[in-house]
């Protein structure tokens, strides 16, 4: 039997920590922040400079107050460009300017950083994947709900209509029963001193490119999802993983099986396939703003195309999280944003763990 449609962010594996007394619809309270939410960027990196920052400048709730970069030219650099104070790392997390840190290290710091922005009583946007590894995502989540912080993981994709389209026609019965989700996202070779090659800081195609197709089946089809067999192509000289496949089952009985890596064509679809039709999406993950969805359902005699308006998912996604961070965070809300991380992470090592003996 297929899986109903979860709501929009399940939320009920985590449990956050309260105090006595605490009301539990709500953390304890964070620091007060008012108008509009100040963001210091930690990491002059690609995704700041191109997606990040430049969604900032419409947005009515966020502003941006610093940039912080190893290299003092380099934070210059950067702050002349958007507008913003340059400094370090180990400043910008204790500016008084500062109320939330946009984090887009290697994914090996991620965990370390995101830590002590928190612990400097400053909200957290994290680039994806928060860790991608339970053990150290439970901690930054156990971290924020003692400190009443929001901790988001910028998966920006789930901020995307989109996907709620896709879910809608779902739990709609337009596909019949859902038999099957297939998932690719590929991408290829990347210059030889990318990050993503770097076993030290975090690299490998399963954290910088798997991790969307686990979240997507997360998304549609909720907890419970178990990792039936996975296979990883491994560089030998660099140590990463390059490449890899899986395949999931979900509680209900979906099978998933997703493809990702750095070796193929670009590739970045979806297909949900039911018992009376299937439904396909392009431009799954990484739409740029201007493009115009389309979600494609097609059955034995019958196509049908269901357009959508463009959207700046990254946009929706920093707007969200100011919001959180100015109203004050309400447990029930962001407990479903960091269930999926932490759901993403258990499925990473469960992952990994499969392809233990099928690594090519
Ligand atoms: N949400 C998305 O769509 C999306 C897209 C792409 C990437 N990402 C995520 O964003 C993060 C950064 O990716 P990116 O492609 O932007 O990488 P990138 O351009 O290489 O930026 C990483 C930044 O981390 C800092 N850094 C600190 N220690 C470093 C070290 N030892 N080596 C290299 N850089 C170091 C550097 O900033 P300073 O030199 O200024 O210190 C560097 O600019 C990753 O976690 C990635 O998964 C997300």
Known sequence: MADPAPAQQPADALELRQRPGQDPGRLPAGPAVTGRLSLGVLGCSAIARRR?????????????????????????????????????????????????????LPNRLHHEWARRALLAG????????????????KDLIDLAAERGLVLRENFAFLHHPQHARVRELMAAGRLGAVRTLSVAFTIPPLPSDDIRYDAALGGG??????????????????????????????????????????????????????????QHSYRCRYEVWGSTASLSLDRAFTPPPDHRPAVVVEEQDHDERFFLPPAHQFRLSVSSFADAALRGAVASEEQGWLTGALETARLVEDVRTAAAGHLA
């Not at 030219?73 to 370090?88: L, S």
């Not at 400053?122 to 995502?137: I, Y």
Request: hydrophobic share 45%; with cysteine; glycine share 10%.
């Open 52 to 104: 990040t920052i430049p969604a900032l400048d419409s947005l009515g709730n966020v502003r941006l107050a610093a940039v912080a970069s190893r290299s003092a030219e380099k934070a210059e650099r950067f702050a002349a460009t958007f507008g913003a104070e340059p400094c370090g790392y180990a400043e910008l997390i204790e500016r008084p300017d500062v109320d939330a840190v946009y984090l887009s």
């Open 122 to 137: 400053k909200h957290v946007l994290c680039e994806k994947p928060l860790t991608g590894d339970p053990a150290t995502t």
């Open 205 to 262: 195609s399963l954290l910088d490119l798997g991790v969307y197709p686990l979240r997507l089946a997360w998304l549609l089809f909720g907890d419970g999802l178990s990792v039936a067999g996975a296979a990883l192509r491994v560089d030998e000289r660099l140590g990463v993983d390059v490449a890899g496949q899986a395949m999931l089952v979900s509680r209900g009985g979906v099978f998933v099986d997703l493809r990702f890596g750095f």
